[in-house]
Structures are given as C-alpha cells and as structure tokens.
C-alpha cells in the first residue's frame, strides 16, 4: 500500500483508539478534578467492564446484538456499583488524603486484577461485534493528468469501529451536558470549587464523591465494553489504558475536561500514526517520557493556562 | 547604619494589590513594630522580605546588598530569622532537639550545646530542654519558636504576632526580652497587642490596604489621626 | 540504660540472630531469608526517602534496574568481574538517582509520584526495547563461572547468606547512622515542616536530592547483589509492581523507622510464600494488606510498637 492510503487508515485506527481513550481519561478526569483523588485502580474498573461484557454475551447467547447491547448498559451500571462501594468502604475513611488514596487505589489494583484471575482465569475472550460490515475506502490518484479515484487492497474499516466513534462522541456529549445543565453537574462543580464552601452550603459532598467516583468508573467500563469486541477481554489488559489514560489527563491539565479530549484525540491519533513509523515500544518511551517532562516542566498541562 | 530597606515593594495577588510601593528602613539596632489592621497586608510585606513570597516589583536591600530575588535559605545565612506566626516547632523532637537545628546553619559545631542552652534560658524554657515539643503548653511552644529565632544570633530577627495567646504573664516576659534584645539585634515585630508594640518599640510603621500609613515613634503615631481613624479608634 | 544503648543492642542483636539463624534453618528457608534480606536492604533504602524524608516514590524500580543491569550488562557484554560489576551497578544507581531526583524534585506532592512512576515506565520500557543487549522480558542468567567475587562462589547457599547478611548490616547501619546525624534529623523535620525548615536557613532542594541518592543507590546496590546472588538479571525487576513492593514493605513494617523495611518484607515474603499453595493470584494479599494498612496501621507492625510501647525506637 502506498503511504497516502496507509495514513488514512492509521488515521482511522487512530480514531477509534482515540474515542476509547477519551472516554477513560475523561473519567480519570472527572475523579481527579472534583474529588482530588488519583486513581491507580481506574485500568481495572476498565478491565471489569470488558470481562463483564463477556460474561454477559455468554450468558445470553442468541444474537450477538443482544448480548452487547445488555452489556452496554449492566456492565459500567455494576462496575459504577462497585466503584461506589469502593468509594464509601475505603477512600471516605481515609478521608481522600492524597497519599493514602494512592496507596489504597493501588490494592484495589491488585485486588480486583487478582480476584478476576481467580475468577475469570488468564485467557483472553473475544466478545463478537453486534454487527461488523466491512466496509472499503477509497483513495484518489493523479492518472494521465486527471484525479481519479480507486479502491486500494486492504483499506476498509468495519461498521462497527465507526459506531464506537460516534457512540464514544454521543456520551461524551451527555457527559458535558450533565456537567453544564443539569442539578447533580452543579453540584459537582460547586464540590470542585469548594469543597467546605460546598458542605456549608448543604451539598452532601461524601454523596457527590461517591456518584463522581462511580460515574469515572463507569466511563471506563463503558469504553470497555465498546473495544471488547475489537480487542480482547483479559485480565491485564487495564495496564496499557491506565498509563494512557494518565498521559492524556495531565497533557490535557489535570482536571480540565475540554482538555483531556482534546488530548485524548490528539494522543490516540498520533499513537495510530506514529506506530506506522516507530515501533510501539519506542512510541511509549517517548510517550511517557513527554508527559514525566510536561509534569515537571509544565504541570498545568500543555493546553492548561498558567496560573500565578 | 541602615540594615534593611525596601524600595517600592509591591506584590499583587490575582489582580488584588495586597501590598504596594512600601519603603521601609531599619536601623541596625533597633525595635521596629508593623501594626495594622487585618489584611493590610503585614504578613504580606514581610514575607517578600524574608523570601517566602516573591515580590511583583520593587527591591529589598539587605546588609547593603539587593536580595529581591535570593532564595529564602539564602537570606537566613544573611542573618535573618523569622518566627511563624501558627507555631510550627517540630512536635516529635525534644525542646533541645528543635533548638539545636535552628542553630545548626549558624552557629559553629564547638559552641552548639552552649547556644542552645542560652537561647532556652532567655526564653525561660531550660527546665524543658528534655521534653517533646509537642508536650508543651501553647504558651511555651510560642517561646519556643522564639528561642529557635534568638538561638541563630540573628542580626534580623523577624517575630510574626510572636505573644499572640499568650498569658499575661508571658507577655511581660516577652517585654522584658525584647528590651533585653535591644540594640544587640534589630527586630521586626507584627504586633497586635498594643502594649507590647508602646513599650518596646522604637519606632512603628502602620500599615493600612497595603499602604504605610504613617511611621514615627509609638507616641507620634498614637497621636496620629489618621492611625486613629483607620486603626486604634477602629477596634 | 540509655536509649542509645537499647538502641544499639536491639539491632546489633538483630544482626546477630541473623548470624545464627543460617547454622539451624533449613533449606528452604535459608534460601527465602538470604533473598528476603537482600529485598529489605532495597526496602530500608525506599524508607530514607518515603519515611524519613516524607517522599512517596512511585519508581524506585527504576534504581533498583539501574543496578542490576549496570551490574549484569557489564558482565555479559564487557566481560567484567563480580567486584567492578558490582561498582557499575552502583555508579549506575548514583548516576541514575542524581538525573531523577534533579527532575522529578521539581514537583511535589501527587504529581511526585506520578512522575516517579512515568520515569520508571520509561526505564522498564527500554529494557525492552533494547532487546539485543538485554534479551526484554525473558532477561538472561548469570553464570556461575562468573559469580565468583574473591574466589568466593556466591552461588553457593552458605557464601550467599553471608553476602546478603553483609549488604542487609550495611544498609540498617547507615540508616541507623543517618538518621542519628544532622542530616537525617533535618531530612525528618522536613517531612514534619518544610517550609519552616527552609526559614531556618537550609536548602531544602539539596537535601531532598541527597535523600533521593541516598535512597536510590541503596536500592542500585540492592539491586546488583540481588542480580549476582541469584544469578538472573530480567525487566519484571523494572516493572511497576516492583516499585509497589518497597513501598508495601516499609507501609506494612512501620514508615520512618529503621527496622520497619525489614519487619514488613518477613512479613510480606512469607504471606505471599503461604498464600502461594491456596492460590497463584499471589499479588492478592499484596492488594489486601495495602488496603488493610492504610485503613487500620497507617503507622505500621513497628511504627505501632514505637508509639505502643517503645518511644525510643529510631
């Protein structure tokens, strides 16, 4: 294939990835900006929802449709269950200090990873997609002086990978609108602000905490169940989307919701594109070395403005 | 001999002007006492001086020397001391303990017992060298920050509402050491209390919305109208 | 008797029993207590940063790599012995821990860690990306022809419990010593009060960067010797769950004193060796024991005997 086409299609893997990550780092986000809490253990509630996802499609059978589009709304519900009982059991006696949140969010790593070893296994599952056309691309040339169009052997994309782009942008739109319009989003900025202020002024901040630590979960889970059906469910695979996840978060200005997708696009395009020139490793290395640097050179992130 | 001065020093905070154009001077020697309202901005002020806050313009001189962008460590080597105005000795360490790491920076290895004896005999605390600060009455941990300020040998010292809760009668023993400091050191005293800042001072600036006021000697700036105003007849 | 007194003879007695201990144990244990002291060494080097000095590392795996591959690496590719090995790994760890902390002490608090953490990534990630030198995932072992330090064979068990005793004394006697020296007193009052330990004059930034030296050449040190007693040099040593284990020894043991790092990796090792028959998930009781310290023993197994019943524990 030439580079044009090639491009193309590392754009839209890109894209995919990029919709997946903004959903995950915007929860990492959401957790971190209203409650101050860094969440080591958000890879795994990730992880759970895609495990979930396939304990669902099994159980059910009957068509693959089915079974997905269940899992699309139990799994981030009982992995947000799961987050809340986390929540209310751990970090509120702990009293969201940021070292012992840290700490404590890296047992339940540990915890949830091991336990759905135990019960789940090691093997990765695949869950089948509600529906996968392929459908080819086309690519245009210059021929004899005129631009004309043709279909190159292997650029296609699937129907479905298109859905997960466009469900990925519908909730995140639900999520901006829950945050700017409704009741509970208020009360979560004022909590985010304040958050004495907030408690003097009656908001039961220990429930926000708990919804917002849920919601964060929830998301994760949700992008998930969304990828399951491209990748695989495993019980490692919370690693890699954690890491990510972080990088997008603190390029993004820890906090900032606006940011983080527009750092999650840019990383998850790039991530596509610069794995056609690098090999993934190196790509990491120089991932993760840039966002040690931005924390240490530029902590408000790369799009945060500076504040005196 | 002029050991400290200020020269326009101003700081802003987000658009809010806690201090500006302040010029202050300071005899080698003497007791100065910064008095004004809440949020005049004297801890401001004094915070650019010692090096914890950076100022937004202006020059700090000390010792003859501009130390407007010196690190805050850097000023202490200078001899400067500055006592906080939360307490904050080091509640796990003995009395002795806590002493002996404010002297370390400035007093040689062979004369630490001894500096740190004194400075806790000043201040009235050697019956408590052996105990954890953190056992100590509020009143003794206040003079206890002070002996960890005296024990440097400063040639600066800084006391941030150094008798604030204290007794009565701690207050005039405080009284009593200041008058004793005098003239070996010079001192910049945030004061509250308006007897302390009458009988120890030799002279007073009066800070008012980031502002000197007015500055003279305890009786001028009592007689001070303005001072009055803004001030002394408010409480 | 004075404090110093029990002091000295409460660890001078550790290290004795540690003596002893090789003349009656048998095999198998033998061989966990040489790998546990090695292990604690790498913990009382994490404890001087995140206990006395109030650090959280999140990437001490990172020095802990630095010395067993600066160890390793020079063996297998440059042909070196035991001893300037050895060296390497530590020249390494200094080199390593100097560049970090001049980085990563730019930061503070959350973002600290986090940094820590994205350094050791990092670190973890080249060694697998430079596959030809350090053969990734799988690592490589190291011969017993060239583990002889002084015509002593260190792959002998006997001769393995010595070094590793030898490295465990050193490291607990110059966290005893440090933290009985001006050094190590300001390092602690630092983590009580920075910002009145810089008005008394001293340059905070410098002592946190010795702290981390300190820390992370104690850890490149552990890190050799480990390689070298046991023969096998690979990147699961660089991965973050090996950054987590210091830290759960010390939190388990008792944050901010000298004998914690050791209590909570018996402790650890042995949990972990005994959950082992019930279950592979073995990180499990990792998981639970960090959850369970932080709820229940924020002061750990020591720091809770310190505050119960002997204040004058260092």
């Known amino acids: ?121 090691p093997e990765a599952r695949p869950v089948a997609p509600p529906f996968n056309t392929r459908l080819a691309l086309p690519w245009f040339e210059f021929k004899d002086g005129a631009l004309s169009m043709y279909w190159p052997w292997g650029l296609s994309t699937t129907s479905y990978k298109l859905a997960v782009i466009g469900a990925a942008i519908v909730v995140l739109l639900g999520v901006w609108a829950m945050m700017a319009r409704t009741r509970i989003g208020l009360l979560m900025r004022a909590t985010q602000q304040d958050r004495d202020m907030a408690q003097a002024f009656g908001i039961p901040v220990e429930r926000v905490y708990a919804l917002v630590f849920g919601i964060g979960a929830g998301l994760a889970a949700l992008a998930a169940v969304l990828i399951v059906p491209i990748q695989q469910a495993h019980y490692l695979m919370g690693a890699d989307p954690l890491l ?29 594109i610069i794995s056609v020139f690098f090999s993934p490793t190196l790509a990491k290395i120089l991932a993760t070395l840039l966002v040690a640097l931005v924390l240490v050179f530029r902590p408000q992130g790369l799009f945060g403005a500076r504040r005196s | 001999m002029t050991l400290l001065s200020t020269r326009g ?14 010029d202050l001077d300071l005899r080698q020697g003497e007791v100065r006492a910064l008095i004004g309202p809440n949020g005049a901005g004297k801890t401001t002020l004094v915070g650019m001086i010692c090096g914890r806050i950076t100022p937004t313009s202006g020059q700090v001189m000390f010792d003859g020397r501009e130390i407007t962008r010196l690190p805050a460590h850097k000023r202490m080597l200078m001899g400067m001391a500055y006592t906080f105005q939360i307490t904050s000795v080091f509640t796990g360490l003995s ?54 300020g005296l024990v440097q040998g400063p040639r600066l010292l800084i006391l941030d509402e150094p008798t604030q809760g204290l007794t009565e009668a701690e207050v005039d023993r405080f009284k009593a050491l200041i008058r004793e400091l005098a003239g070996e050191t010079t001192i910049l005293l945030i004061e509250h209390n ?42 | 008797m004075t404090a110093t007194g029990k002091i000295l003879l409460l660890h001078g007695g550790l290290l004795c029993v540690l003596f002893a201990l090789q003349f009656v144990l048998p095999a198998y244990h033998h061989g966990n207590l040489a790998r546990i002291m090695v292990l604690a060494s790498y913990a009382v080097g994490y404890n001087i940063l995140f206990g006395y000095t109030g650090l959280l590392s999140l990437g001490h795996a990172l020095f802990f790599g630095a010395g067993m591959y600066g160890m390793g690496l020079s063996i297998q590719h440059l042909g070196f012995s035991p001893a300037p090995a050895l060296l390497a790994g530590l020249i390494a760890g200094v080199a390593v821990s100097t560049i970090i902390g001049l ?18 990534q990092a670190g973890y990630l080249t060694v697998l990306y430079f596959v030809d030198w350090t053969r990734g995932d799988e690592g490589f072992v ?28 050193i490291s607990l006697l110059i966290s005893l010593w440090l933290v009985r020296r001006p050094f190590g007193k300001t390092l602690v009052a630092i983590r009580e009060n920075e910002e009145r330990v810089r008005m008394l004059g001293y340059d905070i930034q410098a002592h946190k960067l010795g702290a981390v030296v300190i820390s992370g050449t104690i850890a490149a040190v552990s890190g050799a010797v480990y390689g070298l007693l046991f023969g096998y040099v690979g990147a699961s040593f660089t991965a973050v769950p090996h950054s987590i284990l210091p830290l759960l020894y010390v939190l388990l043991g008792g944050t901010g004193t000298v004998l914690g790092p050791f209590v909570g990796t018996v402790f650890m090792f042995y949990l972990i060796d005994l959950s082992s028959g019930i279950t592979t998930a073995h990180m499990l009781i990792a998981g639970v024991v960090l959850v369970a310290v932080t709820l229940f023993a924020p002061q750990g197994l020591v720091g809770e005997l310190r505050r119960r019943l002997w204040r004058w524990l260092p």
């Not at chain 2, 101003?10 to 201090?19: D, H, I, M, R, T």
């Open chain 1, 1 to 121: 294939m030439e580079l044009g086409p090639y491009l193309l299609l590392a754009t839209l893997e890109g894209a995919v990835m990029a919709s997946v990550l903004a959903l995950t780092a915007v929860g990492l986000s959401l957790v971190f900006g209203v409650m101050r809490v860094v969440n080591i253990a958000h890879g795994e509630f990730y992880m759970l929802g895609a495990v979930f996802a396939w304990y669902i499609a099994h159980w059910m059978g009957g068509h693959p449709a089915l079974g997905f589009a269940v899992a699309l709304v139990v799994a981030p519900l009982v992995v947000g269950a799961i987050a809340v009982a986390a929540d209310m059991t751990i970090l509120k006696r702990v009293s969201y200090d940021p070292e012992r949140t840290i700490v404590a969010t890296i047992g339940l790593l540990y915890i949830i990873q091991q336990l759905t070893l135990m019960g789940y296994g």
């Open chain 3, 142 to 169: 190291i011969q017993q022809a060239q583990r002889i330090l002084w015509g002593i064979d260190l792959s002998d068990p006997s001769n393995r419990y010595f070094a590793a005793l030898l490295l465990f004394s």
């Open chain 3, 103 to 120: 980085l990563a002490l730019r930061t503070v608090g959350v973002a600290f860690m986090i940094v820590t953490l994205m350094f050791a």
């Open chain 1, 244 to 272: 990510l996840a972080f990088i997008v978060v603190i390029i993004g200005g820890l906090g900032s919701l606006p940011g983080t997708v527009v750092a999650a696009i840019l990383i998850g395009l790039s991530d596509g």
């Open chain 2, 194 to 235: 308006m007897s302390v800042v009458m009988e120890t001072a030799d002279r007073v600036t009066v800070l008012n919305f980031g502002e000197v006021l007015a500055e003279g000697t305890p009786d001028e700036v009592r007689a001070n109208a303005e001072v009055q105003a803004a001030y002394l007849g408010g409480d």
């Open chain 2, 95 to 148: 009395v002795a303990e806590n002493v002996t790491l404010a002297a370390r920076r400035r007093v040689p290895h062979s004369g630490l017992s001894d500096a740190v004896t004194t400075a806790l005999r000043r201040v009235g605390l050697s019956e408590h060298v052996e105990q954890e600060a953190g056992d100590l009455s509020y009143g003794h941990q206040r003079l206890l920050e002070i002996a960890m």
């Open chain 2, 9 to 22: 020093l101003s700081k802003s905070f987000a658009g809010l002007q806690a201090v500006s154009g302040v």
